[in-house]
């Protein structure tokens, strides 16, 4: 009965951090919001809230929102895989409140203008080490919480993977406080994209991991987890997360081997774009049986997303492709179809599956939820091509031998920036309605926890 | 299936290819800094991360969208150019209120990067085999 009771309280624990993480969410949509109405409004707000304090509350509160939302995602599956309670309730309290402690600081700390850091990371370096603390205390609570290391399933390896290099890349992502690595502008930059590249690919790892996790859950089919093809796929993902970095860098005089080796890499990415070409049809035929399950609806979207953002991925990181799409817009629509479109459908997935069960026992929530469903996605797509479209204007402006002055470049895109504003808001509506819908019926009881046990 | 040790096997090669490769780059920078350190440049970089001018303005295409990209403001526009934008703002840019000695030290830092390369897509050329390279 204690261990019943010490499950049902880690497992509310974790659960605390998906709360969390929906109101980083909303807090981080409204700060977009925000942002992308001063594309169109130049200087709106500028005394109190100007661009550069606006973006990075944007950028920080989604980032965390990621974050924190695996994080909790991990945490309770982890419990369900293994039946047990986590190694330390203590470590997990702690993990939650550095972490909430953090960020409430490094929020409030951009609204004053204060910041020390660099792109992404913008927040005082002080404020790092209660990040990285609560990250070493989640790295021993999933490493000491499985019984055993032996013919563990590929999403498990996948969390430990992304627990660990995330620690690493963040880490990595500070060498510019030692003046040996700053005091070169390029030696800076290689470094800071090599830790930024890879550290995307952690928290890929803890997503995606819980992802085939769900899958096998929903379908009731455990052999995927531990197939051939499932650890080949984990192992080429990680090759990626390791090398690919340097398709960020391509216009950077850095080193050509750093380059060619990323790009080189970045191309076995084409095994995963033909093998879902290739499974299409099965995947099709799954999603029907599957299709009136809520998180499984949100897998298959994600799916979709993971094509299309794929596809862009490739070409970009093709040299001669990504001379044109560097620095526009394009990037931002890649950026914006794996942060929402693979990472954030995703992780509703799991929030739908740990906190949602309700939902699907009242029509009316159900017709909420497949409204929002069908405006996340119309609303993106429209936001994703509208990026793509503002990217391909700015990427003939940068190629044009007599191009005209910035501003007069800017003020052409305005008509995009103004879609992409109107679709940001269907995109904030929809999600906006999972939200509430989860914070309404997404209340964990101790009791039916108690009940899987019994 | 594939066996424990096998994985295990795969993982390690993997892992200690990624930290050869990692320190590898750490040992031998890209580029080799010179031994005297530009301070006033050094100082302007952490008032650029300060003011988070990344937000806005790019170096080498990297960073915000809503200014253009500064990797060559320097040689393109001088250094009176650079300071007035710094001294009034614009119709989206704030008014940072600099000290004469901060403006200068940005604009050492932006002078750098200036010489450190070139941002223009226009001046690569593209290889047989897609890659790109400085014409």
């Not at chain 1, 969410?25 to 977009?32: E, N, Q, W, Y």
């Not at chain 1, 927040?123 to 563990?152: G, M």
């Not at chain 2, 096997?9 to 040992?27: C, D, E, G, K, N």
């Not at chain 2, 301070?39 to 008032?47: E, M, Q, T, Y």
Request: charged share 15%; proline share 3%.
């Amino acid at each position: 009965m204690t261990d019943l009771l010490s499950t049902a309280k880690t497992r509310s624990g974790s659960a605390a951090f998906l709360r969390m993480a929906l109101v980083l969410l909303a807090a981080g949509m409204i700060f977009g919001l925000l942002g992308a109405f001063q594309y169109i409004q130049a200087g709106f707000l500028k005394e109190y809230l100007s661009f550069e304090r606006v973006r990075p509350l944007h950028v920080s509160s989604v980032v965390f929102w990621i974050i924190m939302a695996a994080c909790g995602s991990v945490l309770y599956y982890l419990q369900e895989f293994t039946g047990k309670s986590l190694y330390s309730g203590i470590l997990l309290r702690l993990q939650y409140f550095l972490f909430s402690f953090s960020i409430i600081a490094i929020l409030i700390s951009y609204v004053f203008g204060i910041f020390r850091g660099r792109e992404y990371w913008e927040f005082h370096p002080a404020l790092a080490i209660p990040v990285a603390t609560a990250w070493i205390l989640f790295l021993i609570n999933v490493f000491k919480s499985l019984p055993s290391f032996r013919n563990l399933p590929v999403y498990v390896w996948m969390w430990l993977t992304g627990v660990s290099f995330f620690l690493f890349t963040f880490l990595e992502s500070y060498l510019w406080l030692i003046p040996y690595f700053r005091q070169n502008i390029i030696n800076d930059m290689t470094i800071q994209w090599k830790s930024y590249g890879s550290m995307v690919g952690s928290w890929n790892m803890l997503v995606y991991g819980c992802s085939i996790y769900l899958l096998d859950k929903i379908s009731g089919n455990k052999e995927y987890g531990v197939s051939k093809t499932g650890f080949a796929i984990y192992f080429l993902g990680l090759f990626n997360l390791m090398f690919n970095w340097g398709h960020h860098i391509y216009t950077l005089p850095t080193a050509n081997y750093i380059k060619y080796i990323s790009y080189i890499v970045s191309m076995t990415e084409l095994i995963l774009l033909f093998r879902m070409i290739w499974q299409w049809r099965a995947s099709l035929d799954t999603a029907r049986k599957h299709f009136y399950r809520l998180p499984y609806r949100l897998l298959i979207a994600a799916d979709v997303w993971v094509l299309l953002t794929l596809m862009l991925s490739i070409a970009m990181s093709i040299p001669a492709i990504n001379i044109y799409t560097h620095g526009t817009h394009v990037t931002v629509g890649h950026t914006m179809g794996a942060t929402i479109g693979i990472n954030s459908f995703l992780l509703f997935a799991f929030l739908f599956d740990i906190l949602g069960k309700k939902i699907a026992e009242s029509p009316v929530a159900l017709r909420w939820f497949s409204l929002a469903y069908w405006s996340a996605n119309i609303s993106l797509f429209v936001f994703w091509i509208t990026l793509i479209g503002a990217g391909v204007q700015k990427a003939v402006w940068q190629m044009s031998l007599q191009s005209s002055a910035f501003s007069t470049m800017m003020a052409g895109l305005r008509p995009y920036f103004i879609v992409f504003f109107i679709s940001g808001l269907g995109i904030f509506a929809a999600l906006l309605i999972w939200i509430v819908l989860l914070f309404k019926h997404g209340k964990i009881r101790r009791e039916a926890i108690e009940g899987q046990f019994r | 299936m594939i066996s424990d040790k096998q994985k295990v096997i795969a993982a390690a090669l993997l892992v200690t290819a990624f930290l050869s490769y990692t320190f590898f780059i750490y040992r031998h920078l890209p580029v080799q800094a010179e031994a005297t350190v530009n301070l006033a440049s050094g100082k302007g970089k952490l008032l650029w991360q300060r003011n988070n001018c990344n937000s806005c303005h790019q170096i080498y295409g990297l960073g915000g969208y809503l200014g253009p990209d500064l990797t060559n403001v320097y040689s393109k526009r001088g250094s009176d150019y650079i300071k007035s934008f710094l001294t009034t703002g614009t119709v989206t840019m704030p008014q940072f209120h600099l000290t004469q000695q901060e403006m200068e030290d940005i604009i050492a830092f932006l002078k750098d990067v200036d010489a450190s390369g070139t941002a223009d897509p226009k001046s690569f050329k593209i290889n047989y085999d897609g890659f790109i390279e400085h014409r």
